[in-house]
């Protein structure tokens, strides 16, 4: 009999553990096109892998299907989270072949259109329910209040996802923090340069909290 309740007792705490370790987050990075979303999916996959997420372009739509990045541990001051990096395309009301017609011939601009067009729908679905939180990323050299920044806040404030909002391209001398600050006061904005690499710091400190 004690033999039993012992084995019952290891299998109980065997199972216990499984079941107590959670699932890596699902991180969606959103935000309208060129505002260097997957140029930050980079900086972090590879500061914590090695690897790199995708290509990255200063041609609108570069990424034009939603790309996954599994198993990304950050670890900051005592804190940690694992989550996996959903670097989704750029979100935008329309996408006209015309804007990329300077870049490539017109065949080639069409297709990317379309793609782009595509693209956008995925990332809207990925949002509506594939996502476990948000980085949203502006570039604080735009006006952050457009018709998509505010549809797209307004979503993930509707699902109640956690939300930090990083103020990106602070090496531009147009950037503004503050302004984006006073556009969504309601949410933490973390200003960083990912292309730079400036105040990395505070922003893997801010997603292992946050998001931890």
Excluded: C
């Excluded at 729908?121 to 570039?139: F, N, P, T």
């Amino acid at each position: 009999m004690g033999l039993f309740t012992e084995l019952k007792d290891s299998i109980s705490r065997v199972t216990d553990r499984l079941f107590s370790e959670e699932e890596p987050k699902r991180i969606g990075i959103y935000g309208p096109p060129n505002a260097g979303k997957t140029t930050l999916a980079n900086r972090i996959a590879r500061d914590w892998t090695g690897d790199a997420v995708g290509a990255e372009s200063h041609i609108p739509h570069e990424t034009r299907r939603a790309r996954r990045k599994e198993g990304v541990e950050i670890e900051r001051n005592s804190k940690s989270v694992e989550i996996d990096i959903v670097d989704t395309p750029g979100v935008t009301t329309k996408v006209d072949y015309e804007e990329f017609t300077d870049e490539m011939e017109e065949d080639d601009a069409i297709r990317r259109s379309r793609e782009a067009t595509e693209g956008v729908a995925e990332a809207m679905h990925w949002l509506r329910e594939d996502v476990d939180g948000v980085i949203y990323v502006l570039d604080s050299a735009e006006d952050p209040i457009t018709q998509v920044n505010t549809m797209l806040i307004g979503i993930i404030e509707s699902r109640d996802l956690p939300v930090l909002i990083f103020a990106n391209k602070i090496d531009l001398d147009d950037a503004s923090v503050k302004r984006i600050e006073d556009a969504f006061p309601q949410h933490e904005t973390i200003p960083l340069s990912a292309k730079e690499g400036e105040n990395m710091d505070e922003v893997y400190e801010n997603i292992a909290e946050y998001f931890g």
